[in-house]
């Protein structure tokens, strides 16, 4: 069973910035789809970016521009990277493994079948 296992989050100010990373365990990963979701509390769970095997990089509105997913195939990691981060950003962080090598809707959690236990990242203003 492939197991996915995030951590880098935590509590920063307004304005800063943290990395998410997500070591993979399965071989081959990084022919799937993977992505990045966030939910915070009340609310339902929401694509924020994800990367295809061609290395296409879909973002919601919301985190363009400050946020950039990336993989290291070498290290069966993939990462987020957030910069200029707002208090509306502040979540529990999941990442998780597709079920296809690409997807029309990648940022719908309906495409991914493996999820990670989550990362909380809190940002005060």
């Known amino acids: 069973q492939v197991q996915l296992v995030e951590s880098g989050g935590g509590s920063v100010q307004a304005g800063g910035s943290l990395r998410l990373s997500c070591v993979v365990s399965?071989?081959?990963?990084?022919?799937?789809?993977m992505g990045w979701f966030r939910q915070a509390p009340g609310k339902e769970r929401v694509g924020v970016a994800a990367?295809?095997?061609?290395?296409?990089?879909p973002y919601a509105d919301s985190v363009k521009g400050r946020f950039t997913i990336s993989r290291d195939n070498t290290k069966n990691t993939l990462y987020l990277q957030m910069n200029d981060l707002k208090p509306e950003d502040t979540a529990m962080y999941y990442c998780?493994?597709?079920?296809?090598?690409?997807?029309?809707?990648?940022?719908?959690?309906?495409?991914?079948?493996?999820w990670g236990q989550g990362t909380q990242v809190t940002v005060s203003s």
């Open positions: 998780a493994l597709g079920r296809d090598e690409w997807s029309f809707r990648a940022l719908e959690s309906s495409e991914y079948t493996s």
């Open positions: 399965e071989y081959g990963y990084n022919k799937r789809l």
């Open positions: 990367i295809d095997r061609d290395g296409l990089t």
